[in-house]
């Protein structure tokens, strides 16, 4: 059986600062076409930044698209042409002030296969090394340090909902 989808023509739709949106026409499984609108985004790279004492930093913010605060790992799009390694260290100091002596690339993945090409980089972070946070001009954030198992116990109960978060969270736990 083939899976393979074979674009036939693609049309862009939508292009914005933060993503673009195109829709595709492609070949299907048993002959004839379909469409596929795509999300296209430059993805984004997730600390996992675990104290000397086992808590692990999270953030709070307002996600417009979810219309309430979220607790969330520090994360940060990716910018073009830019290293996820740079991007997890440049919002891990932005959103926390913290810097990591020692960083581990535990996953890369897919939050949604079925309509975007986004890819995220989760690392550890660890070793780290308190500052200032620097957060963008119109970012309002409050940091959290809660130990790892009360995290993943968040996610069990449901007060954690961020995909990327409880990827990264659960990683963690396994990894260490």
């Known amino acids: 059986m083939t899976f393979e989808e074979?674009?036939?023509s693609s049309e862009s739709i939508y292009k914005g600062a933060i993503l673009n949106l195109r829709r595709d026409?492609?070949?299907v499984s048993g002959g004839g076409y379909s469409y596929r609108e795509i999300v296209e985004h430059n993805g984004g790279a997730v600390a996992v930044a675990l104290t000397d004492d086992g808590n692990v930093v999270l953030v709070k913010q307002f996600r417009?698209?979810?219309?309430?605060?979220?607790?969330?790992?520090?994360a940060g799009?990716?910018?073009?042409?830019?290293d996820p390694l740079e991007t997890?260290?440049?919002e891990l100091k932005e959103e926390t002030g913290y810097t990591a002596s020692h960083l581990k690339l535990m996953a890369e993945f897919n939050p949604s296969v079925g309509y975007t090409n986004?890819?995220?980089y989760i690392y550890l972070a660890t070793g780290l090394v308190p500052g200032k946070p620097q957060p963008d001009e119109h970012?309002?954030?409050?940091?959290k340090e809660i130990p790892l198992d009360d995290a993943i116990q968040m996610v069990v109960n449901g007060e954690i909902t961020d995909g990327k978060t409880m990827t990264g969270l659960l990683l963690t736990k396994y990894f260490l």
């Open 139 to 143: 970012e309002a954030l409050e940091i």
């Open 88 to 90: 997890m260290k440049r």
């Open 6 to 8: 074979k674009t036939v």
């Open 118 to 120: 986004e890819t995220l």
């Open 25 to 27: 026409k492609v070949t």
């Open 64 to 74: 417009k698209p979810m219309e309430k605060v979220v607790t969330e790992l520090p």
């Open 77 to 82: 799009k990716i910018e073009k042409g830019e």
